[in-house]
Every structure is written in C-alpha cells, then in structure tokens.
C-alpha cells in the first residue's frame, strides 16, 4: 500500500480475492514527530476473471451393452475446477453427443450439480441401430465462462445378435451330370456381434434341410463349415428327374444362435435325354382337298430335356407317299412336328388311293446330329385318303331338252332322259336325280333312278302355260354336289275346261217373297276361245234338281246378252222359307261351243224373317276359371228353342230367379259371371220374351258348372286339334238331335283313363285362337258351315263321259286339357293319340305340347308356331301364358268356356328366365318328392336313389325286346319318352351306356308313322232333317276332308292333302283299266313301303271297279274317280324344306356308336369305329354336339377306355401317349341351311314306340331298322341340364335304376353319405363330399384360412397327364381367390380352381397357348354357405360341377384341340389357397389369396389329400408348407351389437346375419322386411300385431314312404313303419329284419318296460286330467340309462299326441348343426331323446359315431308341460377340433335326400337293420297313453 502526502491509499500491486482474505493495515500520521495512527480494514471484492476447467479433457468408461440393471444409474463423475470465488465459483454441468437429445427419450443424462452421467437406457453395441462407442460432450459453466470435456462410453460386447443372410433366398445354377464335389454357391451370413469378443461372431455353416437323393436316401448337397461354399455330394444331378431343389442353410455363432436362409439350385439342361415319338405309329385319315399349306398333323415328341433342337424328316424311299409329305419343326416351338403336304392330294388318282405308308424320323441335335443313333428316333406313318365330294356331277349327253305337249298328254308319258356322271369315288360314286321344288310347285313332272323325266300329274294350259324344269342331278357327297338340267315345256290347249260363273255366285232372298227374278248369270270359259273352245254358251236348270228346287225356280237363256254369249235368267216360282231351307243350291247346265258340258251351282240364302215362335229350353254351360283373374266370366246368351236365327234382337231377357254373382244383359241375352265364383253347379231361370211374336214369359234354364284352376295348371295343359267343327266339339247333341257327351267331354274321359297321378281329374274345354268372346255364338257359325256342306256335286260332262266330285269344308278344333299334378300329359296324349282318335271318332292333327323341360315348368307349347321364326337363325323358344279374358263357343244347347291361352314365341335358345317361385307346387318336387318352403325359397325332401335339389332319377334300366326272336320287332321293345331337345343353334348331348348287346337304339327324336281312322263318312243333314237331302262328305284314306276350291272360273274342284287339283279326266276314250293303272301308279308313288302297297292295292282296285259298275247305271255314262292321297307326314315340299325331316338318331351297332341327324338340309351319318366296343358291362360316355355347321361325336372324352377305369394312374410313370383321337372322337360337316333340331317330339330313349316312318318320304339315306336296347342309360344332359328318367316318363319294359350296378345286391353297404359308383364287374363305395372312414360316417374336417394364407402339398402318386379331377367343398363370403392350383415343373402349365368377381370358374393354360377359362356365371357361390365342387378335364376339355350339377351349376368346355398332357409337379406344383411368390428380400405375397374362408374335403382323382392342421398326412399326399391356416371353419359372431324389431331375433349366417324368428319359427301376421346384409337389421309394420309362433312342417307331409309326421318346436319327426328308416323314412331296411340285441339292450328293454307298467299304472289311478309323454332310449353299450325330468314349459300342441323331441345332430366339420332354417333335419325316426352330449374331441367323436347313443325315458309332468332337452356343445380352434356343422351343410340333406348326422338315433336306425321295428312298436303304447 502506498501513502500519499495528502493522505489517499493507493495499492502497490493487484489484489485477488481468491488468493487473500481482507486486508487490515495500520497507518500512520506524521506531522513532525506527531504521529498518528489508525487501523485501516481493506475488503477486497472478488471478480469473474477464471474459467472452471476440467483436469483432462478426454473421460472413458466402460459398460456392457443391454444393461437394464438398476438404471438409472452413474457411469461416470466429471468435476471441473473454477478458481474464482463465491458465487462466481459455482459451476454448473450439462450434456450433449450420442444418444441425447432434448425430449424424454435420451440415453444418458448428467447431474448439474456433481457431474455425475448418468445411463438412463440399455445401450446398443451392434448395428444397425446400436455403436461401439458412444461420445458425450460434457460442459461446466459458472454462468459465464465455461470449459469441456469428451466422455467416452465404450459398450462391452455380448452375444445378443443371430447371424443372417443378407439375402434370405439366394439362387444359383449348376449344370446336370456335374461331378461329385462341384461348387455351386458359397453363402455369407453376417453376425453384427463383435468379433473380437470371444466367439460371439464367428460363424460355422451347416445345411438344415438338405435335398435327398430318393434311390439310395444319401444327401445331394454338402456346404464347408468355415467358408459356406456348398458342393454336390453326389455325381450327376438328373435335371429330368429334379429341376429345381431346395436346401436350407444355417450359420450358427459362437453362442449358438442362429441363422437360416434358403438356396434354390435350379439345374441347367444339357441334352442328355434321346427323343421318342409319342405312338411308334400313327393313322391318320386325310381329305383330299387337305390345304397344302395347312397341318396335317402334329407328330408329338417325348423329350424332358429343354435344349433341344428338333430336327424332322421323311426317311428317304421308306414307303409308298415319301416324297408327297414332310415333317417340319413345330410351330410354336412345342415338342413335335407338323407333318405337312408338299403337293396336293387326289382321291381320283389311282396311285394315291390306296392310301400312303412311310417312316419319320427326330433328332434333338440339329442337321448334324442323324449320325448320332442315340438321338434319334423313328415311327411309322399311316394315311388313309379320303374322298371328298370336289366333282360335280355332268350331263354326258345333253344337259337341256325343249318339249310341245298338248294339255291332255296322259300321265306317266315319258318326255326326256339327263343322264349325268360323277368322278368322285372312283367313277362309283350314286347320283339321285329330283325335280326342283321351285320350278315344279305343282309336282306334274317326276324323274326316276336313271334320270329318265315323265309327266307324273296333269298339265293344264290354263293354269300354267309353259313349264320350265329343273332336274337335279345329286351326288352322294357331304355336302351334296348338283348339276342342274333344263326343260322347257310348252302347254297346247283342248277343250277341256266347260263355262263357269262369272257372276254372280251367291245371292240372297228374303223368306216368304212373291216371284221375282233372283239373278243375271253371265258365264265364262278359260279354254281358248280362237280355237272354238268357248262362246256362245248355253244355260238351263239341271233337269236332275231336286224337287223343291225345280218347283221354285226357272232358267231361261237370254242368247243377246253379254254381247251375244248368253245370260243365264233366274226367277223364282213362289215364296221360300227359311225354316225348311236355309240354302238353296240351284244345279245348272251349262255347255260352250264345243259341247263340253258342265253343272255349276248356284247358292242361294233365305233370308230370315221372325216369323216363328220360340219354346223353352235348357242349356248347360261348362265354366273353367282361373284363380285371381279380375274379369268377369263370360257364359254365352240364354238359349231357347227357335226356328228362326236371326231375330236375336227381337228378344228380351229378364231373371226369373235371381242368383247373386251372375249378371244377365236384358237386351242381348249374354250372361256373365263373377270371376271369383266358386266350384260348384248352378241353376239358373229366365224369362225371354218376343213381342213382334206376342210372346213373354218363356221359360229358359241355365245349369253352369263351375270348376277354378291356377295359372300354373293351366300354363301346364296340353292343346289339341280335333279334326272337327268347334260346334260338333261342344254341342251335347248328336246329328239327330238325341242328347248325349260332346266331343270334349268324352276327350277328357278318355284321357283320365290312361292318366295315374291326378287327383282332380282332367279338365278340357276349347280355346281356338278363331273363336273369342266376339265370336261366341257358334250357333250361326256351325249354320253357315252345314250350309256349305250342303252344296251338290259338280259335274263335267262331254259327248262321252261326266266325271263327279265331292266336295266339303274342312273344320278344326284346338281343344286346352289340364290334368292337374300330371307332368307329362303331353306326351300321354301323344302316345295315345290312335286310341284317342278311335275313341271319339274324330282326327286329331296334333298334340301341341310336346315340351314339358323341367328347367321351364310352364314350357308347354303348342306345336304349329304361327310366328314367323325363319328369321331366329339362333333357334326359337315358346312359352305359353294364360291370356286376358276367356274363350267361348256357345252350341246352343250347351256351351263351354275357358282361359285364353296365350303362346309367346322369341327366337333364342330357351326362353326368357321365368320368374322364381318361392311357392311348393305339384311340380317342384320330382318322383314322389315332397317340398317343404323355407324362409330362402323352396326344399324338396327327397327319396332315396334320387339326385339333386329337385329328385331327379338319372338312371335307367331297359329290358330289350320283349321276343328276342323278333329283335326288329320295334313295337315289342323297350322305351321311355323324356323332352324334346330344344331348337337352340348349339346343342351339347350327352349320355352314359351299359351294355352287352351290340345293336340297340339309344335316342330318337323324329318324325313318327301317322295313320287316320277308317270310318264312315260324315252325314251332315238340314234342320228339319229330311232324309231326301242328305249330303255326302267325302274324305281321303286318311280321314281328312278335302276342301272345296273354286278356281279362277268359279267351278269348284277338289284338292288333295298337298294342295295339288285334282284334274278331270279329259280323255273320251279312258276305259277302267287305265284309270286303274293311274290310280295304283299314285298309290305307289304316296305309300312308303311293299307291305303298304300289297295293303292298299286291294281296296284301290274294289273302289275303282265299284265305281265302273256304278258308272254302268248313269244314263250320261259318267265315270266316279276315287283318288288316293299319300299317306306321309310331308304335307308339301316346301313343308320339307322347313325342316319336318328334322331327326336325331343314335344307335349302338356292333357296339360302335352311329348317328343320323337331319338338321332340314339334309341327313348325315358319322360311325366311330373305336378300337374297343362300348357292349362289355362297363359304362361308356357319348358327346353329341352341334354347332356352326357341324356335328361331332367323342367317345368316352378321348380318354381310351370305360370311364370306370380311366381315372387309375398306371404302373409305370410313362403315361403320356394321347388317344387315338381317329376312333374316339369324329366330326361331319352340315349343309349349309342346317340350323337347329326341330322335331317338336319327345326324345325316345332305348327304342322307339312306333314304327320309324319310310326313309324315302324324308330323304334319308337308308331305311331306319332302330333296334330295341338292352342296358342301362344314366345322366343324359341337354345343353347342361339332367334329364330325369324317374317314374313319371312315359315308357314300355322299362324301370329306374341299373340293376347291374346296384351296391346293395353286391352285398356293399355304402351307408347313408355314400353312393354306390362303378360298373358290375367293379363297384365300390364313394363317399359324398364332406364325408369319410368306414360307411362314410366320419365328417371330414375343415380348415380356416385368413389372409395370406396357403397350403403347399406333396402328392405321393402321379396323376394322369390327360386327365385330372379336383372335389372339395367351401364356404366364403369373398368375390375372388384360388381355391385350388396343380401346375407342372416351372408353372408353365396349370389347372386350377377360381374365384373371379364372384364367379366360381376353372383355369386351363397349356403353354404358350393363352389361359382358358370356365364359368359358372349364374351360380351363386359366395353366400357363405357350404358348397360342393367338381372340377375336372380330360385333356383340353374342361368340366365344373358346384353341388348337385344341375343346369346353371354346371359347364362344360368341348374343346379337344392342341395340347392334351399336363404332367404335375407332385412336389412344387400343389397349392390349396393362393400361390406364394417372393417379389423381393424377406417379401413373400399371396397370389389369387383365399381368405376369410374355409374349405374342405380335397381329393384329387378321388383321393382324399390332408389340410392341416388337423390332417397333416395321408396315404397319397402330405402338408409340405402351410401358412395362417386354422383347423375346423371358425367366423366370428356379428349379432353381439345387432338389434331386431320385436318379436325378431338376429339369426348369424356365417359372417353375416338376418333378422327373423329363427329356427322353425314364422311370423303370424304382419309384414316383415329383413335383409341379409349387416347394415339391415330388420323392420315389422308397427301397426300390425305380429308374434313367432311354431311353424307347422307337417302339413307339407315330409314323410316318405308312409311315415308318421309329428310338428316339434323347431322342426319335425318322422315315425317310420316297418321297413323303412330315415330322417325322412326314405331308406328301405336293407338285410335281414330280425332284431339282433345285446345283452345289455335286452337288459335295458326288460327295464324300460317295467316302467312302462307302472307308468301306466299311475297314469290311470292318479293322473285322470294330466298327460305324459314319454322319452326313451336304447343303447348299444351295457350300460343304460334312465332320467325322469319336470316339465318346464306348457305344451303349444294338441294334449292327445305324444310329444316327440326333435334332436340336434352332433357337431361336425366346424360348425353348429343348425344355424339357419333347416326343416328337413328330423333327426330321430321314433321316440327318442338326445342322451349323449357331443364331445369336443374327435376321438370323442369318433367313439359317438361307433356306438350307439343311450336314450332315457322322461315324463313331461303336469299340465301338459314338456321339458326338451338340447345338446349344448362348445368350440375351440385347436387343431383337430371337431366344429358343429352347419345348417347349409350339404352332408345334412343334400344328398339323396338323406341328412342324419352320426351318432342320432336315425343313424342307428339306417345301420342297425331290424331296431327300427322293436322300436316301431312302441307307438301302440302311445295310443294307449293317449287314450
């Protein structure tokens, strides 16, 4: 310190507070010696001059890594150093670096204070996310300077890290027959661990899972520990034997973890395999018109080596045809060559022929590779040329001829002969000459064997002038060739045509008139009148006129009028009247200049005046009503007796006893009725009156008979069409006026005599289209018609000769007849129609509903399409519907009324969809089935031996000729009539035959022999009856009346059936004998066969020498021609043309099949000439199908053999030699204006009923010879619809079923889930899809598969390479998935099983063809309930079957073209589910993924393959790999948030739900909307009071076979009588009926009845107004039971039935028994309880199913309450857990109508044979009880 003078302190120096305390000084004052002092205390203050500091600037620590212990906790303490004082000396801490950061998620921390860091979290040493060493950053700070220091924290290694493969799948090559020790890929795994800690990275390689060589069980593959370079382990990899391999390795570290990754060793091809030709020879059949620049065909070759370069060639001088063919690489670059021609072929070359013979040879190494024996490989080649039809015919001498004849040149006169000649077939080839329809309408010229033309009919100048023909000369090729010739004939004109009427020809004159004269008759002659054959003509009343003719007219000739031809004057003579003759027919002479003289007619009507008085009468109207029409009924007029007719409004009508729902027009007299009037008879009085008569009050009754029909009935009735006047069908009165059955009536009797079934009835009455509410007074038509047919012959005379003909109207009926519950009534009728036609005396044209399809229902169809279809080049359907209104035709006396029937046509294949009834009616069930409605639609309870959800029988067994000894006799064999085949433009047929006769006829459908009654002509008489005016019909042989014609001269002719003039003979000199001779040489002509003519020529002769010795006793010497009509079905060659030829024909002929179609354009013939007859007891397949032109038929799909065999893999693993497609499958070419089959007749199967008609009518190439067949027909189809062949069907010596391959007379039991499948010599038992074991009476289990899901299998058998069938069943709710995949090595070709946007659809794909695809589009498959499929192919034809295969669930792909063979990969190429793909590192996706579903039950070529986890194994295939896949069908519950509207209840159907009453429960009243779908959760009507009650399933009678049905809440019971067992008593007890009983059981029994006893005893001393009901059981096992149980309920039913328990059947395959409405399932066949809870196991199951479930006995006690006691069962998703079944399984009831479970009662019944008989008797003692 220093002191200055004037006192201040100073410091000498610094001061630092931290260095020193306060300074105390003491300073001292001079003045002189004066001295003072005083103490000074200096206080230094401190300063913020010094930085803390930290000793060092690095800190390391070391911890181990993952260290969770204690945290947190310090691992290190830093101090920094400040050398300031005070507050500047506080330092305060901070961290930052790695693992820190400014959230709660760091690493480490420090403490602010000491400097302690601290670990909050487990470190991480190894990548890729951990470090070795962690740096920090730690800073000390005083607030304002600050220092750092690095914290280092090395981790301490442990072994936490499994070693890995970078890359999970490595893949890598090698080349087969590569030596032993070869490398093929070294691998490298990575272990982060550090390697410098012990061994916690060091690595051994090891493989896992290694390939092995199958010969010698040695491993392929070996891998170097250290390094991981894999080498082979054996010599010579096979790449044919084994493409690809897959090994698993592993890398192990020090620790023992582990790694694992796969490396596929794909072997490379080298060419070490030789190739072989597919067939060591081949016969091939070749057109020659064959393109050149077409394939012949493609010669296959058999090569597993994939480097190959194919080289073809003809081996040099090696046969007959070398040098015409070679054999190039195929195109496409498949295994093969095409052989090719190399210039073109001709049949007409004689060296060609023979056909060609020569040797081809491959080799797979190139040009260079022949010298090389080894590769190469040789067949024979085999040609066969065929002809085709390439020449046409030619004229060899002229080809036009030009001919003058005069009109009268006599018939059979020969004009000119065209001969022609034909190249084709070697010179020999048949030529048929015709004459073209077109030029020839009227059918006068004819042309014979040898081309030699003769007139055949009359000319006639006036009608046709010149005639240009056209001659056909056909050859006998397909299709035909014609060459055509020409001749021209001009027509010269005689005199042979006399006058007729100008005008007029009809007049009118009013009744009770005075003279007057009645007509100016002007006349004309179409001769020539330049040669004198015409004016002037003469006129005169016929001196022959009757009586009353020629006292009331005269005729007089006015020679000057019409300009001097001469006018005819008629007058009358005094007044007419009408009552005595309504029509006068005036006979006049006429003659032309050339005395050619003729009698014409002159018609004359009397018009009506009212001039009589009425009379009372009675009249009976017959009503047919339809249920629901609106309109009133029309029922014709009152009817009372009067002469007069035409004075209808004159009358008035009034009621004389009002009857209410009828209503009477007063002005008119029609009556009209009520359209809900009910059945019953009526009667009903009138008063009529007439005041112009000065009449009132005559009595007039009305009986109306009343009968109501449905819609559906009638839509499903058969019309005919009665040769015969609308009037003489209905009237009730015959010609002379006696009462008696009208036409109808009698039709109807007659029908129901033949008819079995009908439990109403038949029902006819008259629905002609021309006769309507309109028209409904018939009494004038039938008048006007009887006037007609009074008109008097007409004559033609000349100097010598008058010729007379007879002429008639022609009428006809269309007749509506119902039989209601009869399904085929059209073809009863049809069958029936000779006797029918005997019977009422009349001809029936046709029975119009021939087409009963059962896909329709409602498809009958009346025969004549009076639609214009010519333009549906697609075909033509017909539908018929019941129209607006009602038809009436009013006989006066008695009237008949019915529906419209309305007939709706529309080209197409079938008609539109109809729509779908929900309704039972008597045709939904087939075969005594019984339909029971359920809440989704209709059910049919089924009997046993019938098929699919409408009981269809599709077997039939046919018995053959019934006198072997005339096995040509066809009316003595055997037959059925199923539906006609419909008119569609593509027809696919097919049928399964079992035979041992060679020659027999399997379908028929064609024209059949027509014949008309013989009977005496019809009398038509006048109304007063008089006998001297009776007129006569005449009628051709066949029964028709002719039709009176007038020609364009008013004379009136006849015309035959086909439309063609009968000409007069104009020849003065024609004696008998020629006339004779005409007559037999048309005979001959129209009658097809020797035996008809012998037949005919008897009476043809008798009529004509009849008619010349009645000709002797006419004073005019007139000759009375009686001409034949042909009796042919061909009414006219334009009607041939349409397609009445049309005919399917196919036979067994030295047991080949043949075929015979017409198609209109013209018959073709395909023979199959097999190399093995289809007559050896095994069945056999046939295709049919038509389409574009073209026909083919296949045998057995091309498969080689019986279709019982074809499905066994052979011995050996050489099985790819394809059929010979020449003997199994042929096609022929249609002519070009064939389009579809139109028979309109049934299809005959087995034989034909009636004798074929003559080939020669028709154009068919030989005669039809169709012999009866001996043998068994099942699953005939028709463009995918079964056809049934059960009962119902008319038939002859046939019967259902095939007794030769019935299991249960072979001693095979199949038991109720089985069916019995194969042919005599091989049955065997199949189980249906979802069963298996023993009887079939395990469930199989199902698996669950979520997504992403697969199964891998491998098969332990090979499947067939040309064909391949897949069976499972599923159940999804999903749009999209595979199901099923099998594809060869590499995936190239595959066959596989799809869900494509809800469509289930099949997938073929032969490489590098496209993917082919099948569809069932109309089948709805994703509704989440069980679901059976069939999948199959037989090379590239492709079949899928969903359920029962019926219609729209089924599809069927023909297509037999390119490659046939898919040869599997039994190890990668089996896939359940999707299809696993790697698309990059550790990425696996699902291909076509299958989730959210289940499936189960999978079999391939019938054998059964495991799915896990349940089944993991099985004798032909094991689980390779599996993903996400779950044992049993599991899906979670979607009602637990779901609420319904009182009273309804959410009822789970699988994924979904609905809301209803549930199980056998309905709504009472009320309306109810409830939709499936989760976002509707139901709605009831709020106003209408509505309840679930119990619904009554007995009143649909479930119960077959006269079964006792009993309503259970929920459900039903059927009690069986003796012999019969069942759910539905559908099963007859098979074997013996004795009761064989254990002890136990007869201790049980002996127990059960000492109950009883006192049961009954108390029942009667103490229970007077209280009823039991009584359970019990029987059990199998020693041990029994017995438990007594309260009621808890009261009963809902009548106190006097026995309450009968209906049980749950066990769970099975995953899911409860019932989960949705099930009707059909009534488990127990007699009284009985369920004793025996199902278990959750399957070997509980399984020890269920084996024994015989305890039954006890219990009383429902007071009151009437019962107690029903219900099996309550959980379910777990353990593997092998058996899960309850569900309601829509198809194992319950789908399968021939059969759904006992296992372990019910029933079961026991249907195995235990007589135990349904002891139990039977136990309801006496119900009766008892309730008594």
Not at 28 to 53: F, Y
Not at 495 to 512: H, I, M, R, S
Not at 615 to 634: C, N, Y
Not at 916 to 923: K, M, V
């Amino acid at each position: 310190m220093t002191t200055w003078s004037h006192g201040s302190l100073t410091s000498s120096g610094n001061t630092c507070s931290e260095s020193f305390l306060p300074y105390e000084l003491v300073v001292e004052a001079r003045a002189g010696e004066a001295k003072s002092e005083a103490r000074v205390l200096v206080r230094v203050l401190d300063e913020n001059d010094h930085a803390p500091t930290f000793p060092r600037s690095l800190h390391e620590t070391q911890i181990t890594e993952e260290d969770d212990r204690h945290l947190p906790k310090t691992i290190l303490t830093v101090r920094a150093r400040d050398g300031d004082g005070e507050e500047h000396s506080r330092v305060r801490y901070s961290l930052s670096g790695d693992g820190v950061f400014p959230n709660s998620s760091s690493s480490f921390a420090v403490d602010p204070l000491t400097g302690a860091v601290l670990l909050l979290r487990p470190l991480d040493r190894d990548p890729p996310l951990g470090q070795a060493k962690w740096h920090l950053r730690v800073s000390a700070s005083d607030g304002e300077l600050s220092d750092d220091t690095v914290v280092q924290v090395n981790l301490k290694d442990v072994n936490d890290n499994s070693p890995y493969f970078p890359d999970p799948v490595l893949t890598a090559t090698i080349c087969e027959n590569t030596a032993l020790g070869s490398p093929v890929i070294q691998v490298v795994a990575t272990d982060h661990d550090d390697p410098k800690e012990g061994q916690n990275a060091q690595l051994v390689y090891s493989l896992e899972k290694n390939a092995i060589d199958e010969a010698t069980g040695s491993p392929i593959f070996t891998i170097d520990t250290h390094l991981g370079l894999i080498t082979t382990a054996l010599c010579c990899l096979d790449r044919e034997k084994t493409q690809r391999y897959s090994i698993q390795v592993v890398a192990t570290d020090g620790g023992g973890l582990k790694g694992t990754g796969t490396v596929v060793v794909d072997v490379e091809d080298i060419n070490d395999v030789p190739p072989r030709f597919s067939r060591p020879e081949w016969s091939l059949d070749v057109s020659e018109n064959h393109p050149v620049e077409r394939v012949l065909a493609t010669l296959t070759v058999v090569d597993h080596d994939i480097s190959n370069n194919f080289t073809f060639r003809v081996v040099k001088e090696s046969g007959h045809g070398w040098d015409i063919f070679s054999v190039q690489e195929r195109g496409g670059g498949g295994p093969g060559g095409d052989l090719r021609l190399v210039t073109p072929l001709d049949y007409e070359n004689p060296d060609q022929r023979p056909g060609f013979r020569f040797r081809v040879e491959v080799t797979d190494e190139g040009d260079d590779g022949w010298d090389d024996k080894y590769h190469v490989d040789g067949a024979w080649v085999n040609l066969r040329l065929l002809d085709e039809n390439d020449n046409t015919p030619t004229f060899l001498v002229r080809d036009h001829a030009h001919l003058t004849l005069p009109e009268d040149t006599p018939a059979n006169a020969a004009l000119t002969t065209f001969t022609a000649h034909d190249l084709d077939a070697g010179g020999y080839s048949r030529i048929q000459y015709s004459i073209a329809p077109a030029s020839d309408p009227g059918r006068r010229f004819g042309v014979d064997e040898v081309g030699a033309v003769r007139l055949v009919g009359d000319l006639d100048r006036e009608t046709t002038a010149s005639h240009s023909v056209l001659v056909w000369a056909v050859d006998d090729g397909l299709p035909p060739r014609t060459a055509t010739a020409f001749l021209n004939v001009n027509v010269t004109d005689v005199n042979d045509n006399p006058p007729f009427l100008a005008e007029p020809q009809e007049v009118k004159v009013a009744e009770n008139g005075v003279t007057q004269v009645v007509a100016r008759l002007r006349l004309g002659d179409p001769d020539d009148w330049r040669l004198g054959h015409g004016p002037p003509f003469t006129l005169a009343l016929d001196p022959r006129a009757p009586p009353h003719i020629a006292t009331s007219f005269t005729v007089t000739l006015d020679e000057r009028g019409d300009e001097g031809r001469g006018v005819g004057v008629v007058s009358t003579v005094g007044s007419l009247d009408r009552e005595e003759h309504r029509l006068l027919l005036v006979p006049l002479v006429v003659a032309d200049a050339g005395s050619l003289s003729a009698t014409l007619t002159l018609t004359v009507h009397v018009v009506d005046l009212n001039d009589n008085p009425m009379t009372p009468a009675s009249k009976t109207v017959t009503v047919h009503t339809v249920q629901h029409q609106k309109r009133q009924v029309p029922l014709g007029r009152v009817y009372v007796q009067d002469p007069d007719d035409w004075d209808a409004a004159a009358k008035t009508y009034a009621w004389r006893h009002y009857q209410s729902g009828f209503f009477l027009n007063t002005s008119t007299g029609d009556l009209t009725m009520a359209p809900d009037t009910p059945d019953g008879r009526y009667e009903l009085g009138f008063w009529v009156s007439d005041p112009s008569q000065g009449q009132s009050g005559v009595i007039a009754n009305v009986t109306v008979k009343v009968k109501m029909l449905t819609e559906r009935e009638v839509t499903q009735g058969t019309s005919l069409t009665l040769v015969v006047n609308p009037y003489w069908a209905v009237t009730e009165q015959d010609e002379a006026g006696r009462e008696g059955s009208s036409l109808v009536r009698r039709l109807a009797e007659a029908s129901c005599s033949w008819i079995e079934g009908s439990n109403t009835g038949v029902w006819a009455w008259v629905s002609d289209e021309m006769t309507g509410v309109q028209q409904a007074d018939m009494m004038q038509h039938h008048l006007e018609s009887q006037e007609e047919e009074q008109q008097p012959t007409a004559t033609t005379t000349t100097t010598t000769t008058t010729t007379t003909t007879t002429t008639s109207s022609t009428a006809s009926t269309q007749v509506w007849l119902v039989a209601p519950g009869v399904h085929n009534l059209s073809h009863i009728l049809l069958y029936r129609r000779q006797q029918l036609t005997q019977a009422l005396g009349v001809d029936i044209d046709d029975v119009g509903t021939v087409d009963d399809q059962e896909h329709t229902n409602a498809s009958k169809t009346p025969r004549r399409l009076r639609g214009d279809t010519r333009k549906c080049t697609g075909g033509w359907w017909t539908q018929v519907k019941v129209g607006d209104g009602y038809s009436v035709v009013d006989a006066g006396v008695s009237a008949m009324v019915g529906p419209r029937v309305q007939v709706s046509r529309g080209c197409g294949c079938l008609p539109p969809t109809p729509v779908q009834d929900d309704t039972c009616n008597t045709d939904t069930c087939l075969n005594g089935g019984r339909c029971l409605p359920t809440p989704s639609g209709t059910r049919c309870v089924c009997p046993h031996d019938t098929w699919g959800s409408r009981c269809k029988v599709l077997s039939r067994y046919f018995e053959g000729a019934a006198y072997p000894s005339e096995g040509d006799n066809v009316e003595s064999g055997s037959w059925s009539w199923v539906p006609s085949i419909p008119s569609c433009s593509e027809v696919h047929l097919s049928l399964e035959v079992l035979t041992t006769s060679p020659d027999g006829t399997l379908l028929y459908s064609g024209p059949q022999q027509r014949q008309r009654i013989s009977r005496p002509s019809v009398v038509v008489k006048n109304t007063q009856r008089e006998k001297n005016n009776v007129e006569t019909t005449r009628r051709d042989m066949n029964g028709v009346k002719e039709t009176p014609r007038r020609d364009r001269n008013g004379v009136e002719t006849r015309r035959d059936r086909n439309g063609l003039k009968k000409t007069l003979d104009k020849s003065a000199n024609n004696k008998t004998p020629n006339k004779i001779n005409d007559i037999l040489e048309g005979a001959l002509r129209s009658i097809n066969t020797l035996e008809e003519v012998l037949g005919k020529a008897d009476n043809i002769l008798e009529n004509a020498l009849r008619a010349d010795s009645e000709d002797e006793k006419v004073p005019t010497n007139t000759t009375d021609v009686s001409e034949v009509s042909p009796r042919t079905p061909i009414e006219t060659t334009e009607e041939l043309l349409r397609g009445r030829s049309d005919l399917v024909l196919l036979e067994l002929r030295g047991g080949h099949p043949t075929l015979l179609l017409d198609l209109g354009g013209g018959a073709v013939t395909l023979t199959l000439n097999a190399s093995y007859t289809l007559a050896d007891n095994t069945w056999h397949r046939i295709d049919l199908i038509w389409k574009d032109e073209l026909v083919e038929m296949i045998v057995d799909l091309c498969s080689g053999g019986s279709l019982d065999t074809q499905l066994t893999p052979p011995s050996s693993p050489n099985h790819t030699l394809l059929p010979d497609a020449h003997t199994c499958r042929g096609a022929a070419r249609l002519p070009r204006t064939a389009r579809v089959l139109n028979t309109n007749q049934p299809l005959q199967v087995g034989g034909l009923a009636h004798p074929p008609p003559s080939h020669t009518s028709y154009g068919w190439p030989a005669p039809l010879h169709p012999l009866p067949f001996k043998g068994c027909i099942r699953n005939l189809r028709i463009n995918g619809e079964l056809v049934d062949l059960g009962s119902d069907r008319v038939s002859r010596r046939s019967s259902t079923g095939c007794p030769a391959t019935n299991c249960h007379s072979a001693g095979l039991h199949c038991g109720i889930h089985g069916r019995c499948v194969g042919s005599s010599e091989w049955l065997r038992c199949e189980c249906v899809s979802g069963w298996t074991g023993a009887a079939c009476a395990t469930p199989t289990t199902p698996s669950t598969f979520y997504v992403n899901s697969y199964v891998k299998l491998a098969l332990s058998f090979t499947p067939l390479g040309y064909t391949t069938s897949i069976t499972l069943r599923f159940r999804t709710r999903q749009q999209r998935g595979q199901l099923l995949r099998l594809s060869s090595q590499h995936g190239r070709d595959s066959f596989s099983l799809q869900l494509l946007q809800g469509q289930l659809c099949v997938l073929l794909q032969f490489q590098p063809d496209p993917v082919k695809s099948l569809c069932l589009s109309l089948a709805q498959v994703t509704d989440g309930r069980w679901h059976a499929v069939t999948a199959a192919r037989y090379g590239s034809a492709t079949f899928l079957l969903v359920d029962d295969g019926d219609g729209d669930l089924y599809n069927a792909s023909m297509s037999l073209e390119g490659r046939q063979m898919l040869e599997v990969d039994t190890v990668e190429g089996v896939y359940v589910g999707g299809t696993p793909e790697y698309v990059s590192v550790n990425v696996l996706q699902i291909e076509s993924d299958f989730h959210d579903g289940c499936i189960d039950d999978l079999r391939i070529l019938g054998r059964s393959l495991p799915l896990p986890s349940a089944v993991n194994k099985t004798t032909w295939g094991e689980v390779s790999t599996f993903k996400d896949v779950e044992s049993g069908c599991v899906a979670p519950p979607v009602c637990n948030n779901v609420t319904c509207a009182p009273p309804l209840t959410c009822v789970d159907t699988w994924r979904s739900y609905q809301c209803g009453c549930g199980e056998g429960r309905v709504l009472n009243n009320g309306n109810i909307s409830s939709n499936s779908s989760n976002s509707n959760k139901g709605s009831i009507n709020s106003r209408s009071k509505v309840t679930c009650e119990d619904q009554d399933e007995c009143v649909w009678h479930p119960c077959l076979n006269g079964g006792s049905c009993f309503n259970t809440p929920g459900g039903y019971v059927c009690v069986c009588g003796p012999g019969y067992s069942g759910q539905q008593c559908q099963l007859a007890d098979a074997g013996e009926t004795s009761i064989k009983l254990s002890l136990g059981a007869v201790v049980a029994i002996l127990v059960w009845c000492v109950f009883l006893l006192l049961l009954l005893c108390g029942f009667l001393l103490h229970q007077h107004h209280k009823r039991s009901v009584v359970r019990r059981g029987v059990g199998a096992s020693v041990k029994d039971s017995v438990r007594k149980e309260d009621s808890s309920s009261p009963c809902t039913h009548t106190p006097n039935l026995l309450q009968l328990q209906l049980v749950k059947p066990p769970r099975a395959n995953g899911q409860p028994a019932w989960t949705t409405r099930n009707p059909n399932i009534a488990d127990v066949d007699v009284l009985q309880v369920d004793a025996s809870s199902v278990t959750s196991s399957m070997e509980d199951q399984k020890r269920t199913i084996t024994s015989t479930p305890v039954a006890g006995l219990s009383l429902l006690g007071d009151k009437g309450k019962e107690t029903l006691e219900r099996s309550k069962n959980g379910s777990s998703r353990g593997g092998g857990t058996t899960m309850p079944s569900a309601s829509d399984d198809l194992r319950n009831y789908a399968y021939e109508g059969e759904g006992s479970s296992p372990g019910s009662l029933s079961s026991c019944l249907e195995s235990c044979s007589g135990s349904g008989k002891f139990l039977d008797g136990f309801r006496e003692v119900a009766h008892m009880l309730e008594s």
